[in-house]
C-alpha cells in the first residue's frame, strides 16, 4: 500500500474517533459512536498490517496475541461488575501506558525499523518524542496501579504522605528532564532506562499521597496522560491516527479533570499535592449533639404520605450495591403517584458519571436522572429528599461556614426539602473529615443501617 | 528553506486538541463514565506502533528483541481495544429511555 494512501486511511481512522467521541452528546447517538470508534481501530490495524506487507512467521504471532489480548478483554468487559467500572478503567489506564512505554523501547532499540536514524544515532526530534512518550507511558502505568489498588481496595485509600515529599517529587520531576536533555545530547541507552525508570517512581509516588474520594480526579488525570503519551508515540512514528487520538484523549481527561476540581471547590494543584482527607485534626471535639433515628417503618410511611420525592445517591450506595432494590422502591413510589426524581453530584461515587451508569444499570430511565444545576432549585419544593450512600455533597457548611475545608464547594441542596431521610451506617464523618449539620436538624431523619439492607427493608414496608 | 513535516504533525496535534475540547465538552455529564472507556480503547490505537515492531526483520531469522517486546504490547493494547469498546457497549446498552405509559 502507498504511504500517502495509508496517511489517508489513517486520517480517516482519527475522524472516526473524533466521530466516536461526538455520539457521546447524547444517549440515543451513543451505541451509533461507539460503532465508529470499532471501525476506525480496525481501519488502523488494517492499514498497518498492508504497510507492512509482511505475512511471514511474524505474522501468525501477531494474530495469536491479538487473540489472546481480544479474548481476556472481552472476558473482562462482560464479566466486570458495573460498580467495579473506576478500578477497571484505571487497569485499563496502566495497559494503554506500559504499551506506550514498549513500543518506546521497541524504537529506541531498533531505530531503523521505524526510520528514525541507527542506533546511537537517533535522530533528536525522534528521541526527544519517545522519550517523553515514554516517561509519560511510564508515570500512566504506575500512577494507574496504584489507582487500581486503592480503587479495589487492596491498598487503603487514605493518603501517604510524608516528609519532603514535594521537594522529592520536584527533584524527581527536575531529573526527569535533565535526563531527556542528555540523552539527546549523549544517546547514551543508559540514560534511556534510567528516564523509564525514574517515570514509574514519579507515578507511584505521585498518586499515593492523594486519597480514596479524590479519585475522580486522579482517573481523569490518567486518562488524560495516556492520551499525551499516545501522542508522544504518534510523534515518533509519524502517525496521523495515533496523533489525533493522543490529543483528542489528552484534553478529554483534561475537561474531566477540570469539571471533578469543580465540582469539588478545589484546585487541580491542590488535589495532585495530596494529602486531603487525612485524618490531621478531626479529633475536634464532636459535641454530642441530639440525633432523630429512625426505621425503615418510619420512612416508608413518611414516603408514601409525600407528593414528590429526590433520591440523592452516593458512593455509599456503589459499596453496598444498593441501586436494585432502590429502584424497586421508586417504582413502589411511582405506583402510588409520587413524582420521584434522582440528583447526581458531579463528584458523587468515585469516576466521572458513576452514578449515572449504575443507575442505568438499574433500569433507571435516564431522563429521570438530574445533575446539580438543573435540580437544585427543585429541593424546596420537595417533601422528602432520600439520601443514600452521600455525605459530604450535602453539607450546608459547604454554604455557610467559612472555616470549613469544603467552603465554597456546590452541594445539593437537600435540607430545604420538607424531610431529609439519611441512609447511612454510622454518625461517622464523611471523607472530608468533618461533622455533617444535616444529622443534627429537625426536619432530618437518620436511618442507621447498610444501604441495601435499609432500602429492602423500606420496599417490605411500603407493601 | 521548506517547512519540515514535524511542522504538519504538529498543526494536525494542536487543531485536534481543538477539536477534542469542543466535543467533549459537548458530552453529557451522565455518559462521563461512557467517555472515559471509550477515551480508553481509542488510545489503544498505539496498537499501530506495536504491529510494526513486531513484523520487523527479516523473517527467516529468529526473533529480535523488538518482535518479542512488540507482540507483548500487542497483547496489551488488543486487552484494552476489546475490553475497552465492549464494556463501553455493554454500558450504552443500559442507557435507555422507558416509554411513558
Known amino acids: ?463 | 528553506m521548506e517547512i519540515d513535516p514535524f511542522i504538519f504533525r504538529l498543526s494536525i496535534f494542536i487543531l485536534s486538541i481543538f477539536i477534542g475540547y469542543y466535543v467533549v465538552w459537548s458530552v453529557t455529564p451522565s455518559l462521563h463514565t461512557p467517555l472515559m472507556s471509550v477515551t480508553n480503547a481509542i488510545s489503544s490505537v498505539i496498537i499501530v506502533g506495536a504491529i510494526i515492531a513486531s513484523l520487523a526483520g527479516e523473517s527467516n531469522s529468529n526473533f529480535e528483541i523488538s518482535n518479542i517486546i512488540g507482540f507483548f504490547a500487542i497483547l496489551l493494547a488488543a486487552i484494552n481495544i476489546f475490553g475497552g469498546f465492549l464494556v463501553t457497549q455493554r454500558m450504552l446498552q443500559m442507557y435507555k429511555k422507558k416509554k411513558k405509559k
Request: hydrophobic share 50%; aromatic share 10%.
Open chain 1, 1 to 463: 500500500m502507498s504511504p500517502n494512501l495509508a496517511a489517508f486511511l489513517y486520517l480517516t481512522s482519527g475522524i472516526l474517533f473524533i466521530l466516536a467521541l461526538r455520539g457521546l452528546s447524547s444517549p440515543e447517538t451513543s451505541r451509533q459512536g461507539n460503532l465508529f470508534g470499532i471501525s476506525g481501530m480496525l481501519i488502523a490495524i488494517i492499514v498497518t498490517f498492508l504497510v507492512a506487507e509482511s505475512f511471514s512467521k511474524e505474522f501468525i504471532y501477531v494474530l495469536i496475541f491479538l487473540s489472546a489480548g481480544g479474548i481476556i478483554g472481552s472476558v473482562i468487559a462482560y464479566k466486570i461488575p458495573m460498580t467495579a467500572m473506576p478500578q477497571l478503567v484505571a487497569g485499563f489506564h496502566s495497559l494503554v501506558g506500559f504499551a506506550a512505554v514498549l513500543v518506546a523501547i521497541s524504537a529506541f532499540l531498533e531505530p531503523n525499523v521505524f526510520n528514525l536514524g541507527t542506533v546511537g544515532n537517533i535522530k533528536t526530534a525522534s528521541l526527544i518524542e519517545m522519550s517523553l512518550g515514554a516517561s509519560i507511558g511510564a508515570i500512566t502505568f504506575s500512577g494507574s496501579v496504584i489507582a487500581f489498588l486503592k480503587l479495589q481496595g487492596i491498598m487503603s485509600g487514605s493518603p501517604i504522605i510524608f516528609r519532603g515529599q514535594h521537594i522529592l517529587n520536584g527533584l524527581i520531576g527536575i531529573s526527569i528532564v535533565v535526563s531527556i536533555v542528555y540523552l539527546c545530547i549523549s544517546q547514551l541507552p543508559h540514560l534511556f532506562w534510567i528516564l523509564i525508570l525514574i517515570s514509574f517512581l514519579v507515578g507511584f509516588l505521585l498518586i499515593i499521597p492523594i486519597g480514596g474520594a479524590d479519585m475522580p480526579v486522579v482517573i481523569s488525570m490518567l486518562n488524560s496522560y495516556s492520551g499525551w503519551a499516545a501522542a508522544g508515540i504518534g510523534f515518533t512514528l509519524e502517525n496521523t491516527a495515533l496523533i489525533i487520538t493522543g490529543a483528542l484523549v489528552g484534553s478529554s481527561g483534561a475537561i474531566l479533570s477540570y469539571i471533578m476540581c469543580k465540582g469539588m471547590n478545589r484546585s487541580f494543584f491542590n488535589v495532585i499535592l495530596g494529602g486531603f482527607g487525612a485524618t490531621d485534626d478531626t479529633a475536634k471535639n464532636i459535641e454530642k449533639k441530639p440525633v432523630k433515628s429512625g426505621n425503615a417503618e418510619d420512612a416508608a410511611f413518611l414516603m408514601k404520605n409525600a407528593s414528590s420525592v429526590i433520591i440523592v445517591p452516593g458512593y455509599g450506595m456503589a459499596v453496598a450495591q444498593a441501586q436494585h432494590v432502590l429502584r424497586e422502591m421508586v417504582d413502589f413510589l411511582k405506583k402510588n403517584g409520587i413524582k420521584v426524581s434522582y440528583a447526581i453530584h458531579p463528584v458523587a461515587g468515585r469516576m466521572p458519571g458513576h452514578m449515572n451508569v449504575l443507575l442505568a444499570e438499574a433500569n433507571v430511565s435516564y431522563d429521570e436522572v438530574f445533575e446539580l444545576d438543573d435540580i437544585n432549585n427543585d429541593f424546596a419544593n420537595t417533601d422528602v429528599a432520600f439520601v443514600i450512600g452521600a455525605n459530604d455533597v450535602t453539607n450546608p457548611a459547604a454554604k455557610t461556614d467559612p472555616q470549613s475545608p469544603i467552603y465554597g464547594m456546590p452541594v445539593l441542596d437537600v435540607e430545604k426539602c420538607k424531610s431529609v431521610l439519611f441512609v447511612k451506617r454510622s454518625l461517622s464523618p464523611g471523607y472530608a473529615g468533618i461533622d455533617n449539620e444535616l444529622f443534627y436538624r429537625d426536619n432530618t431523619l437518620m436511618l442507621f443501617a447498610d444501604a441495601k439492607k435499609m432500602t429492602e427493608d423500606i420496599v417490605k414496608n411500603l407493601n
